[in-house]
């Protein structure tokens, strides 16, 4: 398998004394959907900011496909990458359409316009969102899920390889976090788009993701299968929780039953 | 990355706004031609409509010819022009600072441009023929000051606005000094404060016209940078835009408008937040048409208030600026309660 993305010792922090990530390394394979989990603090998020290189790493590397990307043009980047941020403008009062038509940006030089062939990848990327029928509404009119879905049909008209997720479904109730999963899914299995996603729901990350990466203190503590990964010493150990582990037709599935120690609170993000 | 492309079957939906949008279009238009109409025929004397137009049109003597073309028409190009300047200002800041309270007041320009102003014609009255360059000088350097402040590896538009309320605050704490250190001269400088086209004329225009030219030129190349920077610094980089750098140029380009303004018309304030304000709710956030209606409804409120504020109180000129703020302030207060929107 092709390597879609590299992240070689990858260090990042607010203060010199203290970082939010040290020593990171990770390898994603082209194709693959890959969970990051963790607790608060433990810099997932700044992780993915980084590959996104919406963070510049103190130190270390990201490459893409080989190329390291502080090399890289911006616009070249957002041609192959973006990401779905866990929050978005909220009083932007433009259509559906107009939004996801500013995903062409990358792929159009400074004075043309989004039209023709690329017009025809906007009707797709609406359509590959099932966000055809809201196309001329204003975005201030749509529910939450419905603008999240907006926001990912235009990731979608970049025609990324790989799409990065913080959190998509923090402010979704649960049918529209499984929606989104499932078109993911899809993106994932029929585009063949690389997934990397930061997520809260261990039993979603299980269900959905090929491989777990699960970060403690800014560094991997524990990577491979969610079947693997998720075992009552990882709960105990990662997130300080008892928990039993269940096994759902291969899924594992946990129930948390109680802390182990109580909670210290560790610096949060 | 593959694309399967598959039509929908379903009925497509007709753009709703295109034809609204249009709509609104054509009716500033219509409101800015009525209101420079009203504005050639109003004032102390009032001209008929037909005179007016001979008056433009044909070269006499006659008193209307004088009223019409050598007072009037050039003080409502000059407001044309000065409204223009500081609605798209506004319009601009607005959306890269996403904050519908942005104005042009907001970087220093009005701050800067006003202490210098100030600085000219209490300390330098012989000097007055330099007081447009000098504002205009001062409004660039106070936003330059503002964004320096600002800066930290990027500037954003919070630390921004935060920098620009320190720097307004400190300016106007020296504009006021320098006043009451020379309480007699204030008269001369109150007008110009409150901004005012009383005695505006050709020369005027002529000046200001190359400043919004350029400017308007500028901002045509500018309109997709703003259109990605209103997503957000996050998604506007995720998009492949450089948005320290677009967030510079739309920044430059709004003091550059703005200062040419009000180093012509004095401290015209509200257009530049009040216009790109209403003209968002009514169309959107979408710079292609929120910058060309903000322009037109720039003009026609400042030739508007004009027009009212030298016919309503003759014979006393009374600066337009006051006018706009009196009135402006409880229309947009009533907008904004009630929600174009609905």
Request: net charge positive; with cysteine; hydrophobic share 50%.
């Amino acid at each position: 398998m092709n390597q879609a993305l590299t992240a070689s010792e990858l260090k990042y922090g607010y203060r010199p004394s203290e970082s939010i990530v040290e020593g990171f390394n990770l390898n994603v394979s082209s194709g693959e959907w890959l969970g990051i989990v963790g607790p608060n603090g433990s810099g997932k998020s700044t992780v993915l900011r980084m590959l996104a290189r919406l963070v510049t790493p103190q130190r270390g590397t990201v490459s893409m496909s080989g190329q390291n990307m502080a090399n890289m043009n911006s616009k070249a980047i957002a041609r192959q990458m973006t990401m779905l941020t866990q929050s978005q403008e909220a009083s932007l009062d433009i259509t559906v359409r107009d939004l996801v038509r500013r995903g062409r940006n990358p792929h159009l030089k400074w004075y043309e316009e989004c039209r023709g062939k690329h017009e025809e990848v906007v009707d797709w990327a609406l359509q590959v969102t099932s966000m055809r029928a809201l196309q001329h509404r204003s975005l201030l009119e749509l529910s939450g899920g419905e603008r999240q879905r907006a926001w990912l049909a235009m990731c979608m008209a970049q025609t990324p390889c790989t799409l990065l997720l913080d959190e998509p479904t923090t402010y979704l109730d649960i049918a529209h976090q499984l929606e989104l999963m499932e078109l993911i899914r899809l993106l994932n299995r029929e585009q063949g788009i690389t997934v990397i996603m930061v997520l809260h729901d261990l039993n979603q990350a299980a269900r959905y993701c090929d491989r777990i990466v699960a970060m403690k203190q800014g560094s991997v503590v524990r990577e491979g299968k969610p079947s693997e990964v998720f075992q009552v010493d990882f709960f105990r150990d990662v997130f300080g929780i008892e928990a039993k582990v269940h096994n759902d037709e291969g899924v594992p599935v946990f129930l948390p039953c109680g802390v182990v120690r109580p909670l210290v609170h560790e610096g949060i993000t | 990355m593959a694309i399967v492309l598959t039509r929908s079957t379903g009925q497509e939906v007709r753009n709703p706004k295109l034809v609204r949008n249009s709509l609104i279009l054509i009716v500033s238009v219509a409101l800015l031609l009525l209101a420079g109409l009203v504005g050639l025929m109003s004032g102390s004397i009032s001209i008929p409509a037909r005179e007016v137009w001979t008056a433009i049109f044909h070269t006499s003597d006659s008193e209307a010819r004088q009223i019409v073309w050598n007072l009037r028409l050039p003080r409502i190009l000059t407001g044309l022009l000065a409204g223009i300047c500081l609605a798209v200002a506004g319009a601009f800041l607005q959306g890269v600072f996403r904050n519908p309270l942005a104005d042009p007041g907001i970087i220093g320009v009005s701050s800067g441009g006003g202490l210098a102003a100030v600085i000219v014609m209490i300390l330098f009255p012989e000097q007055i023929a330099y007081l447009p360059i000098t504002a205009f000088i001062g409004a660039l350097a106070a936003a330059v000051i503002v964004y320096a402040l600002s800066w930290k590896g990027g500037a954003s538009p919070l630390r921004l606005i935060l920098a620009g309320v320190a720097v307004n605050s400190l300016l106007g704490a020296a504009m006021t000094a320098l006043m009451i250190l020379n309480s007699e001269k204030v008269q001369a400088v109150l007008p110009w404060m409150s901004g005012s086209l009383n005695g505006r004329s050709w020369p005027h225009f002529e000046t200001l016209l190359p400043y919004t030219v350029i400017g308007m030129i500028a901002s045509i190349f500018l309109l997709k940078q703003a259109n990605l920077l209103v997503l957000g610094d996050d998604a506007a980089k995720l998009l492949g835009s450089k948005v320290e750098s677009g967030r510079l140029l739309i920044i430059l380009l709004s003091t550059f408008l703005a200062g040419a303004a009000i180093s012509i018309v004095g401290m015209v304030g509200f257009v530049g937040l009040v216009v790109p304000h209403i003209m968002r709710l009514l169309v959107g956030n979408d710079y292609r048409i929120l910058l060309p209606i903000s322009a037109i409804g720039g003009a026609t409120l400042v030739i508007a208030a004009d027009t009212a504020a030298r016919s309503w109180f003759d014979p006393i000129e009374f600066p337009v600026g006051i006018l706009l703020a009196l009135l402006g302030a409880p229309f947009f207060l009533y907008l904004l309660r009630r929600g174009l929107k609905g």
